[in-house]
């Protein structure tokens, strides 16, 4: 089975990727990389993925990890993210309200699966 993202979440990432393009920013993972989903794959092990890149705006990592529950499994994602100029920061305040509504719906996805 192919995993999808919500519709809704692939036409935010079209906007941002349009919205980014003037500056220059990455649009996606860099060619050649393993990837899962739009993310570019750091380190994998059985209980722990994690996903990320550097760029010239900000460096950012998420982090999904799977640990033992009194009901089976929990799955949680962390993510990091260093800014390293205004345009970092900026992304980061434009994307942050988005991020807190995708993950928490991706995350819900995992646990229907």
């Known amino acids: 089975m192919v ?3 919500p519709r809704w979440v692939d036409g935010l990432l079209a ?3 349009l919205a980014v393009t003037p500056f ?3 649009r996606g993972a860099p060619a050649g990389a393993k ?3 739009i993310f570019p794959v ?3 092990s059985p209980d722990r993925v994690v996903m990320g890149f550097d760029d010239a705006h900000l460096d950012f990592r998420v982090v ?3 640990t033992p529950d009194d009901d089976g499994q929990r799955v949680m994602a962390t993510t990091l993210v260093r800014t390293r100029n205004r345009l970092g920061r900026l992304y980061l305040a434009a994307v942050k309200p988005f ?3 995708i993950v928490p719906a ?3 996805q995992v646990g229907r699966k």
């Open 24 to 26: 220059g920013l990455r």
């Open 15 to 17: 906007l941002r990727n």
């Open 99 to 101: 991020h807190r509504v």
């Open 42 to 44: 750091v380190s994998a």
């Open 106 to 108: 991706m995350l819900a």
């Open 3 to 5: 995993e999808r993202r």
């Open 64 to 66: 999904v990890e799977v």
């Open 35 to 37: 990837r899962i989903g």
